[in-house]
């Protein structure tokens, strides 16, 4: 029996390896022997060794010379565009809240439609003004003192920031310029921090 059983098996596995197709069958008696020590599972859609599908790093493939991060000179435009953007959204709404305090007493008509889009207009206008301004400031800043320096760390952005409060506020007077310095100090100053928390928490960096 078991001799026509192994013959049938070997039988199947030469027809199929013929046509390449199939593979040759085996019995649980003929697969009980066979050690399964130091062998890795394999996954039965790829059939390749899971292990090598797992990666701890990022792996791709850069242009010579080039950078595995973007640098300022890259991410001025996102943050150029994504500020007046931000200014943009935020005026409008603060347009709107404002068109509909001031015309409260005013019935639901043509004048006073007319009335609440220009205060959404002038509002996002000049907030996306604002915040495009700072942010045009602030990368050049940071462009600069990178290419003088010749190196990229937290120093370029407080330094950056700080800048870009005091030049905000060069019209101000010599207090409007230190407080100006000042606010834009803080804020650099927490940004660089909130970007090396995990790092001074002694953790690496969560990946998504």
Known sequence: MDNSTAGSGAYKAGFGGLFGGGAPEYSNT??????????SPLSPYLNVDPRYLVQDSDEFILPTGA??????FELAFFTIGGSCMTGAAFGTLNGLRMGLKETRDMAWSKPRNVQILNMVTRQGASWANTLGSVALLYSVFGVAIEKARGAEDDLNTIAAGTLTGMMYKSTSGLKGVARGGLVGLALSGLYALYNNWDHLKGTAPSRY
């Open 30 to 39: 003929e697969l009980a022997g066979v050690p399964l020590t130091g062998m």
């Open 67 to 72: 950078n595995k991060t973007r640098g300022r």
